[in-house]
């Protein structure tokens, strides 16, 4: 913006200050602006900074780049989640103007009658400093001006005081801001540090049973599941991820590579959700009750891990949506529900949402199941295919979890276009899936590392060496070091990452 004196180009910013830009608790935030005016004053700026609900205001003195003076730097550390606020102010800065002049005009070898004025001028701006000064300062700045009006000493005595260390340090505590101009507000997302370093292992629940006597796998608990955090957490990881824990429908239930005929041990995909035994906000019966989720919860947190919950927004045709809320869903022409469809691929076991035919319902009805799992304790998701979902829906979701919750991260399971990867960045999403998976040469990785290097202001990239549904054929040939030789480059080239069943 442009007042008395510019200011241009704050940052951090994204999309011109539509969306917030992104920070976690201790991080440091570097925030830059160009500030200018006419002429040569010396102009200076103040980064101001407003914790979450306004409890705490710090200004912060900026400095200039040492060879572009005109840009000016400012930092601080956010120590809570939630909303912050930033605004760079800029300001003429009287006193460095009147240094500067005196400085020069002394070097050149002017004397007490050519510095008259400058004297005088000084003078008057250190009483005005020392009218607005603490009491414990204000002496000091007093001195100043008397002695730059000592008229029976020489030039160098008079402004000796004026010029010090002491008393510049003082002003710079507490200047004089003449042409006080406001520059825009400008938001921060604080979130806790886990969203932006932290490390993901994904595993199934149901396949932690192990085999009965005859060799048959048997299904995982959620006290099966406890026991098998003790190797993840030995394995150093942060958090772990589970895909659906719901129940899975039993209408249209795939089998084997696909197939509509499955057999009595097909127990279906955990994506395909709801049944007589619930939808979204129950668990699956052979895993256990929310009580037995409970205590994994539990045992989590004394092994210092954290469980993520998959949320996929799709329902099966047996799901309680299906039954009582058809207008979730797109219904065609002969009154049959949609199901999902990427041809030729065909997916007869769930339904898509479709977010426009009832919005208000559906907003109202995932937000209470979200809801729902973090007050039991769940703080983070991974979203399955967000981009396959309104953008503004996820907006008003996430903001409005955050509204009681700041601490719950979410992260975009989006393999998509950058536009859309991207965008539902700014959106909110607290991290987000890559490429990476997929890049595997020297100059793909390079290229890969220079994307989200230049994106890092907006994404925070969780890179996954794998997951349930991609191997890439590299992993499929090149064994346990390719392995090791992913998760290193992941664990190095982000500060997320994370790895399907290593």
Same mark, same amino acid.
């Given at each position: 913006?442009?007042?008395?004196?510019?200011?241009?180009?704050?940052?951090?910013?994204?999309?011109?200050?539509?969306?917030?830009?992104?920070?976690?608790?201790?991080?440091?935030?570097?925030?830059?602006?160009?500030?200018?005016?006419?002429?040569?004053?010396?102009?200076?700026?103040?980064?101001?900074?407003?914790?979450?609900?306004?409890?705490?205001?710090?200004?912060?003195?900026?400095? &200039?780049?040492?060879?572009?003076?005109?840009?000016?730097?400012?930092?601080?550390?956010?120590?809570?989640?939630?909303?912050?606020?930033?605004?760079?102010?800029?300001?003429?800065?009287?006193?460095?103007?009147?240094?500067?002049?005196?400085?020069?005009?002394?070097?050149?070898?002017?004397?007490?009658?050519?510095?008259?004025?400058?004297?005088?001028?000084?003078?008057?701006?250190?009483?005005?400093?020392?009218?607005?000064?603490?009491?414990?300062?204000?002496?000091?700045?007093?001195?100043?001006?008397?002695?730059?009006?000592?008229?029976?000493?020489?030039?160098?005595?008079?402004?000796?005081?004026?010029?010090?260390?002491?008393?510049?340090?003082?002003?710079?505590?507490?200047?004089?801001?003449?042409?006080?101009?406001?520059?825009?507000?400008?938001?921060?997302?604080?979130?806790?540090?886990?969203?932006?370093?932290?490390?993901?292992?994904?595993?199934?629940?149901?396949?932690?049973?192990?085999?009965?006597?005859?060799?048959?796998?048997?299904?995982?608990?959620?006290?099966?599941?406890?026991?098998?955090?003790?190797?993840?957490?030995?394995?150093?990881?942060?958090?772990?991820?589970?895909?659906?824990?719901? =129940?899975?429908?039993?209408?249209?239930?795939?089998?084997?590579?696909?197939?509509?005929?499955?057999?009595?041990?097909?127990?279906?995909?955990?994506?395909?959700?709801?049944?007589?035994?619930?939808?979204?906000?129950?668990?699956?019966?052979?895993?256990?009750?929310?009580?037995?989720?409970?205590?994994?919860?539990?045992?989590?947190?004394?092994?210092?891990?954290?469980?993520?919950?998959?949320?996929?927004?799709?329902?099966? =045709?047996?799901?309680?949506?299906?039954?009582?809320?058809?207008?979730?869903?797109?219904?065609?022409?002969?009154?049959?529900?949609?199901?999902?469809?990427?041809?030729?691929?065909?997916?007869?076991?769930?339904?898509?949402?479709?977010?426009?035919?009832?919005?208000?319902?559906?907003?109202?009805?995932?937000?209470?199941?979200?809801?729902?799992?973090?007050?039991?304790?769940?703080?983070?998701?991974?979203?399955?295919?967000?981009?396959?979902?309104?953008?503004?829906?996820?907006?008003?979701?996430?903001?409005?979890?955050?509204?009681?919750?700041?601490?719950?991260?979410?992260?975009?399971?989006?393999?998509?276009?950058?536009?859309?990867?991207?965008?539902?960045?700014?959106?909110?999403?607290?991290?987000?899936?890559?490429?990476?998976?997929?890049?595997?040469?020297?100059?793909?990785?390079?290229?890969?590392?220079?994307?989200?290097?230049?994106?890092?202001?907006?994404?925070?990239?969780?890179?996954?060496?794998?997951? &349930?549904?991609?191997?890439?054929?590299?992993l499929q040939t090149g064994g346990r070091a390719m392995f090791a030789i992913r998760a290193s480059l992941a664990a190095t080239m982000s500060p997320l990452w994370g790895v399907y069943s290593g």
């Amino acid at each position: 913006m442009t007042g008395r004196l510019g200011i241009d180009d704050v940052r951090p910013q994204i999309s011109g200050r539509l969306y917030p830009a992104k920070a976690v608790v201790g991080e440091v935030v570097p925030v830059t602006a160009l500030v200018w005016r006419e002429g040569h004053d010396a102009v200076s700026a103040t980064l101001n900074v407003i914790s979450p609900g306004g409890a705490e205001t710090v200004a912060i003195q900026m400095t &200039p780049e040492p060879l572009n003076q005109d840009r000016v730097h400012g930092v601080f550390v956010p120590d809570a989640p939630g909303t912050w606020t930033f605004r760079v102010d800029a300001w003429s800065d009287v006193f460095a103007t009147w240094r500067n002049a005196v400085t020069k005009k002394r070097g050149a070898g002017q004397g007490a009658a050519e510095l008259a004025n400058d004297l005088a001028h000084g003078a008057d701006l250190f009483d005005r400093a020392a009218a607005q000064a603490p009491a414990d300062v204000a002496p000091r700045l007093r001195e100043a001006a008397v002695g730059l009006r000592a008229g029976d000493r020489d030039v160098d005595a008079r402004v000796e005081l004026a010029l010090s260390d002491e008393v510049t340090g003082i002003l710079a505590e507490y200047p004089l801001r003449d042409l006080l101009v406001h520059g825009p507000i400008c938001e921060i997302s604080v979130e806790r540090r886990d969203a932006l370093v932290n490390s993901w292992y994904e595993l199934f629940p149901r396949s932690t049973g192990g085999r009965d006597e005859q060799g048959r796998p048997v299904h995982g608990t959620f006290a099966t599941t406890a026991q098998a955090l003790d190797r993840v957490a030995a394995m150093g990881f942060d958090t772990v991820y589970f895909p659906p824990i719901h =129940p899975i429908g039993e209408v249209n239930r795939k089998g084997r590579n696909n197939t509509l005929t499955p057999d009595a041990t097909d127990v279906g995909s955990p994506w395909a959700i709801g049944s007589a035994d619930g939808g979204h906000d129950a668990v699956h019966p052979e895993l256990g009750t929310v009580e037995d989720f409970r205590a994994l919860l539990a045992r989590a947190e004394e092994l210092g891990l954290e469980i993520a919950l998959d949320l996929a927004l799709q329902a099966a =045709p047996d799901h309680p949506w299906a039954r009582d809320h058809r207008d979730f869903f797109t219904e065609l022409a002969d009154g049959t529900i949609a199901y999902a469809e990427n041809p030729p691929k065909k997916y007869q076991d769930i339904y898509p949402i479709n977010f426009d035919n009832n919005p208000t319902a559906i907003y109202d009805e995932v937000y209470r199941v979200v809801k729902y799992w973090t007050d039991l304790g769940v703080r983070t998701f991974r979203v399955d295919n967000p981009h396959t979902k309104p953008a503004n829906f996820w907006q008003w979701l996430i903001a409005r979890i955050h509204e009681t919750d700041p601490d719950v991260i979410f992260l975009a399971e989006a393999f998509t276009r950058p536009a859309r990867l991207y965008g539902l960045a700014k959106l909110g999403f607290s991290q987000s899936y890559t490429y990476f998976t997929w890049k595997t040469d020297k100059q793909e990785l390079t290229e890969f590392a220079s994307e989200i290097r230049d994106a890092a202001d907006i994404s925070r990239p969780n890179l996954f060496v794998n997951t &349930p549904d991609i191997l890439h054929e590299s992993l499929q040939t090149g064994g346990r070091a390719m392995f090791a030789i992913r998760a290193s480059l992941a664990a190095t080239m982000s500060p997320l990452w994370g790895v399907y069943s290593g």
